[in-house]
């Protein structure tokens, strides 16, 4: 039985790789940080309780900015694959706290190869890290695949840049089964709240419920390729079965603004949308009082990547992949969840409770 090891399987991308794996037979371990909260909860299906023999998913307490506890889990477990997910990843938060992003997102992937190297797992543990879209920034090409130019336009892009050439290097250097899956933004139902696409849909179905009065966003030009997690999992998990360790562009070729999403979105839940733009008053209600969409400056980055389009030709033909997940269905499938957990909210409010709209 093959083993697998998952930094960051609390979050969006994590769980989805937990469930693929589980259902291809693997042992997967998972490492969580240490929080005052639980923080297992989109993995919580998934939970074996420890007093039950043979389980097959097993968690660690562990954190990328801690060597010791990398060591000691690469050292007890010693896995056939790791993949790398864990990272502060909001883009946004990084220009707020860019010295723990670099430590997290960048120095932590180098935690890891060298884990490996002082194990002596060079032949053994295949590694994966999460790299990414927002590499390429002020974009130099488009469409955007391998061989373009990257220019980071955050503290979160700069960290990942570091990661991103640590593994080339320690795949050339030392050789390790390291690749980089350079991944366009990818999305779901579980996505974290505070990512434009679900803070799009879980205000949209607050709005409708009358839980919530407007939706702030920032930019809404910025253009996307947004994929579905599921379908991105999968192809994380194929770069780790080749003859070759390569880097691997994984996108759908489709570009959607932010302003494109938020209409889809309301399509989804026949909701008429009413834009404001910044000519409301300053909490962004009009007239009526009655407020949908406004533009929040706040949301503004001090560096924003306006446009990213994928190119992901070499994963079709060396690896067969293809997203099997439309955008509207993407859309849809969010939409239709966020409504029912807004539903739930309805209730409790019902019974005389309070609901929490968390603006961020
Ligand atoms: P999430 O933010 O949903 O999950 C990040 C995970 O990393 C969480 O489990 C989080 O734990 C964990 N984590 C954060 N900091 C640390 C730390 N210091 N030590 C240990 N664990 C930590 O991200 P996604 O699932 O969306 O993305 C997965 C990876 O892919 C990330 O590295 C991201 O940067 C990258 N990526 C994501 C893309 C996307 O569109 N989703 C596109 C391209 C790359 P906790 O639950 O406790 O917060
Ligand atoms: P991104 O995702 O920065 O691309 O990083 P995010 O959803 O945060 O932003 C996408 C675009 O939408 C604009 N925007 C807003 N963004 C947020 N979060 N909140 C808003 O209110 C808002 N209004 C407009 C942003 O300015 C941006 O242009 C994601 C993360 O998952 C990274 O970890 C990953 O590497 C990249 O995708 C690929």
């Known amino acids: 039985m093959k083993k697998a090891l998952i930094t960051g399987v609390t979050g969006q991308d994590g769980s989805y790789l937990a469930e693929l794996l589980l259902a291809k037979g693997y042992e997967v371990h998972g490492i969580k940080r240490r929080t005052s909260l639980f923080n297992t909860d989109r993995i919580d299906h998934l939970y074996a309780d420890p007093h039950e023999g043979g389980r097959k998913f097993i968690l660690h307490h562990g954190d990328l900015t801690d060597s010791s506890s990398l060591v000691r889990i690469i050292q007890q477990v010693q ?25 997290s997102d960048g120095i932590g992937a180098l935690r890891i190869l060298e884990a490996i190297r002082i194990l002596g797992l060079e032949k053994k543990s295949k590694f994966y890290q999460a790299s990414t879209s927002e ?4 974009v130099q090409e488009t469409p955007q695949r391998e061989t373009t130019p990257f220019y980071p336009r955050s503290p979160y892009a700069v960290a990942k840049l570091y990661a991103y050439w640590i593994t080339v290097n320690y795949r050339e250097a030392y050789g390790i089964y390291a690749c980089n899956g350079i991944l366009f933004n990818h999305e779901s ?9 679900r803070k799009i849909t879980r205000a949209l179905a607050r709005i409708k419920l009358g839980l919530q009065d407007c939706l702030y966003l920032g930019n809404l030009d910025a253009k996307r390729d947004w994929g579905h997690a599921k379908d991105y999992v999968e192809m994380q998990w194929l770069m780790l079965q080749q003859e070759v360790p390569e880097d691997f ?26 834009w ?18 406004s533009v929040d400056p706040r949301y503004f980055r001090p560096a924003e990547v306006e446009t990213l389009l994928g190119d992901a030709s070499k994963a079709r033909q060396k690896l067969g992949w293809t ?37 961020e």
Do not use: W
């Not at 070729?253 to 302003?259: D, N, P």
């Not at 404001?276 to 949908?292: I, L, N």
């Not at 997940?325 to 539903?343: G, T, W």
């Open 135 to 138: 590499l390429y920034g002020l």
């Open 249 to 274: 562009v994984i996108a759908t070729g489709v570009q959607y603004s932010v302003r494109d999403f938020v209409d889809a979105a309301a399509a989804e839940i026949d909701m008429k949308i009413e």
């Open 276 to 293: 404001r733009g910044t000519g409301v008053d300053e909490k962004g209600y009009d007239s009526k009082g009655h407020c949908v969409v």
């Open 189 to 197: 139902p579980v996505r974290g709240e505070t990512f434009v696409t």
């Open 323 to 359: 997203p099997k997940i439309s955008f509207n269905e993407l859309v849809s499938e969010m939409m239709r969840e966020d409504l029912k957990s807004a539903q739930r909210d309805e209730v409790v409010k019902k019974h005389g409770y309070n609901t929490f709209t968390y603006n």
């Open 79 to 103: 896995p056939d694959e790791i993949y790398n997910l864990a990272a502060q990843s909001h883009v946004a938060v990084s220009f707020e706290e860019p010295e723990y992003t670099a430590n």
